[in-house]
């Protein structure tokens, strides 16, 4: 490496490092550098505490930040743990025994901290179930796949006679899915045309000055975006549309509830245990009706998956698994391609007019390093999203559900492309190879599969899951 590049690279890394340290100093990105320090309930800005994480144990917590092995190109799945075989160790060396002890010590420190991590979630569970604050989704459960009910009778008096049937002391109130589509568009449109009042009545007021009382009311035109069209006064435009759009709105809410009932409901208990005796009751004989299971909460139902029968669940769950499987075994595939598309030499022959800027020596440089880097970040940041967009799919009733299903599908893939693809495939084929042609003496196959499972396992506890979902929107109806 030249003096440019070197120079290049420092600078680089050095402010890599500059951004990393004022992102991590910001209070509001304390979730996402120091989870597990929040999640005990100690603050990260306490003097005295390392910047990398909670003050835990002098020997475990030091031996992972140390010794936890750590991806080399990218932060994702896809990256390789580090090389740390050496050549086969002599009769009588040392090494051997160094290599073992520090691999036990690290499975040891491994599985000490996910039994603390496992141990404290459990333990956050237990008192948020045992608390004394009541949450609505405690006194209720989730019911789907409802039969159609006779055609005198609606789906709501159907959940209400059968559970008032089972649970004569302790039914209250069953509240059908309903599809709220038209209505909750009437509704928005009338939130807007309220917007637009407020608005227009805060600048008529701002209008009004000592010079001119009455003001001047603000206007628009009703053509599209404003620019063509009859000119109005806003107010009373506003006015008006919400006038008639009141009467369509109710008209559309009793005809939401009176046809456009689905078949699944949230049934609602007078107490938290008929509510939990419920949620693990069998309720029919067959298995694909009356499916009966915790409610979640409100801000984290899908509300578009209630409906969806249990036979296309089952459905669309195997061929969700079946593009997982696919998606597992060949997703090195592309990240191959995009390695080799991304590369300097073939920059310059499908961009030619670029040679002039990549042919300078600090952006050959940059290219040269970081280029094949990002492009197998910015691929590998699609893989979370395509798990949680699959999961979502399978007609997974609640956010938290879909969270979990996708954090087990990329653990699959860390397991197969990882754990597999790289012990198996690369350095047991390398051990047969080097036996193969090398049948005599004493041979010690760097298989490194210990390592690469406490590597797993580390990566493992720092993996992340999508937050902060936005709740439904919801439309409020007649009862």
């Given at each position: ?152 009778q609606s789906i709501k008096d159907s959940v209400d006679s059968y559970f008032r049937a089972l649970h004569p002391d302790t039914f209250y109130k069953a509240m059908v899915v309903t599809d709220i589509k038209k209505a909750d568009k009437i509704f928005q449109e009338i939130e807007g045309h309220k917007q637009k009042i407020a608005h227009a009545e805060a600048v008529y007021a701002e209008s009004k000055t000592a010079n001119k009382p009455e003001g001047t009311k603000p206007t628009h035109k009703t053509g599209f975006l404003g620019l063509i069209g009859k000119k109005v006064d806003t107010i009373e435009y506003c006015n008006e549309k919400i006038e008639e759009l009141l009467p369509k709105l109710e008209e ?228």
């Open positions: 490496m030249d003096i440019a590049s070197f120079v290049t690279s420092l600078i680089i890394f050095l402010v890599l490092v500059l951004v990393f340290t004022w992102l991590s100093r910001r209070p509001g990105n304390a979730p996402v550098y120091y989870p597990n320090v929040l999640l005990r309930g100690l603050d990260p800005w306490e003097p005295g505490r390392a910047a990398g994480g909670a003050r835990a144990a002098p020997s475990a917590g030091s031996s992972r930040r140390s010794r936890r092995p750590r991806p080399t190109s990218s932060p994702l799945a896809g990256s390789t743990p580090p090389s740390t075989s050496s050549s086969s160790p002599q009769n009588g060396s040392l090494r051997l025994w160094a290599f073992l002890v520090s691999v036990y010590w690290l499975s040891f420190v491994t599985y000490f901290v996910l039994w603390k991590s496992y141990k404290h979630v459990s333990n956050l569970r237990a008192a948020a179930r045992s608390t004394s604050d009541v949450k609505p989704e405690e006194f209720a459960v989730l019911v789907r796949d409802v039969p159609i009910p006779p055609p005198d559309e809410q009793k005809n939401t509830l009176s046809e456009k009932q689905q078949r699944a409901a949230i049934v609602v208990f007078n107490s938290r245990a008929a509510a939990a005796s419920a949620s693990q009751t069998l309720h029919a004989q067959m298995f694909d009706k009356w499916t009966v299971t915790e409610a979640p909460e409100p801000r984290e139902i899908i509300w578009s998956n209630l409906p969806v029968k249990i036979y296309d669940r089952n459905t669309r769950r195997s061929v969700i698994y079946f593009i997982v499987f696919l998606t597992v075994f060949f997703y090195l595939i592309p990240i191959s391609a995009i390695s080799a598309v991304t590369t300097l030499e073939k920059l310059r022959q499908k961009l030619p007019f670029l040679k002039v800027v990549v042919d300078q020596p600090i952006v050959k440089t940059v290219l040269q390093a970081y280029l094949p880097q990002l492009a197998l970040i910015v691929f590998l940041a699609l893989l979370p999203a395509l798990l949680v967009f699959v999961s979502k799919s399978e007609g997974i009733p609640s956010q938290s559900h879909v969270v979990r299903a996708a954090s087990g599908k990329y653990f699959y893939f860390i397991v197969f492309n990882v754990f597999l693809g790289i012990t198996i495939s690369s350095t047991l084929f390398s051990a047969l190879k080097t036996i193969v042609d090398n049948p005599p003496g004493n041979f010690l196959p760097h298989l490194r599969c210990t390592e690469i499972l406490c590597w797993l396992w580390a990566r493992a506890l720092s993996l992340g899951t999508p937050h902060h979902f936005p709740p439904e929107k919801e439309v409020p109806m007649q009862d």
